[in-house]
């Protein structure tokens, strides 16, 4: 094969960048092993001092401005970090309020079971938004948190069938053999109605 610009001459590399077969005078070796022909070694030179030149041109206009690159990203991480205290903060505060939220301290009262279920239909409830929506597998899962570990609560519940229902949330009826009253009652997320009206 002839160089490019040579053809009476023999080639002894190829130019790294264009492919083009060179002669040894018109090979430009490098220390790195690179071979290059005249016109890219040209073309490679100005793309260097062009890009150098663009840099300088843009240290100048960072210093007429007056905010240097180091400076720059001094103010982007400060406004960050205050705005991640603030945020952080935010969660602290969210945080403590919803420990401190004082939830009513119900005692589960049997001698009136419309104010009995609708007391558990409001600690259910409570349960629900506090767990993504769902509701527990037990009504012993809502003391102490929704309903104090006081009074006869666990003695109440023990006298309560409680079912989860795909359609209405749950199910909730004192049992027919109980000594409460008001078992033709039963509650749902929404409402207490008789059991009458639910057939």
Sequence with gaps: MSCVYHPNRENIAFCDHCEAALCEGCTISLEDGRNFCHRCMLAISLEDVKSETTLREQEEEDRRVGLQKKWRLTYINAVLAVGLVGILVLLAL???????????????DISAPVEL???????????????????????YELIPAYLPDLGDNRTVIRHLEYNLDEKKGYLLRIKADSPLSGEDLLATELDIHSVEREK
């Design 117 to 139: 279920l609708a007391a558990l239909q409001g600690a259910l409830a409570h349960y629900s938004v506090d767990h993504g929506n769902t509701y527990p597998d037990s009504l």
């Design 94 to 108: 969210r945080l403590h309020w919803s420990q401190n939220e004082t939830r009513p301290q119900i005692i589960l």
